[in-house]
Nanobody, 130 residues
Framework: QVQLVESGGGLVQAGGSLRLSCAAS????????MGWFRQYLGKEREFVAH????????VYSDSVKGRCTISRDNARNTVYLQMSSLKPEDTAVYYC???????????????????????WGQGTQVTVSS
């Protein structure tokens, strides 16, 4: 089992920045990829960003590309999502996710679906005021 705990959410004005953290514990050696998703009230959870275990494979959704940076510190078993130029439409609960099986990046695809991940955190609320 892998446990994930997100932190860093909060209230910020439009144009501001936040850094989300996701601390992993448990069988972290089994993790091959990490992702961030977000969920608007009453909507499906949507993909935000993914990073491979090595950090060499990174992908972002079009909605955050250029405004977010995902990174990881394997020594601390922590993944980060640095968000800048925040907009009111970024208001959502942000979830961290972990994937166990290696992803076939050679296929030209990335794990962007909710079902591509095995473990989830409880989420952290991000609210962007206009």
């Amino acid at each position: 089992q892998v446990q994930l705990v997100e932190s860093g959410g909060g209230l910020v004005q439009a144009g501001g920045s936040l850094r989300l953290s996701c601390a992993a514990s448990g069988r972290t050696f089994s993790v091959n990829g990490m992702g961030w998703f977000r969920q608007y009230l009453g909507k499906e959870r949507e993909f935000v960003a993914h990073i491979s275990w090595s950090g060499g494979r990174i992908v972002y959704s079009d909605s955050v590309k250029g405004r977010c940076t995902i990174s990881r510190d394997n020594a601390r078993n922590t993944v980060y999502l640095q968000m800048s130029s925040l907009k009111p439409e970024d208001t959502a609960v942000y979830y961290c996710a972990a994937r166990v099986d290696p992803w076939p990046y050679y296929s030209g695809t990335y794990p962007v679906r909710r079902n591509d991940y095995d473990y989830w955190g409880q989420g952290t609320q991000v609210t962007v005021s206009s």
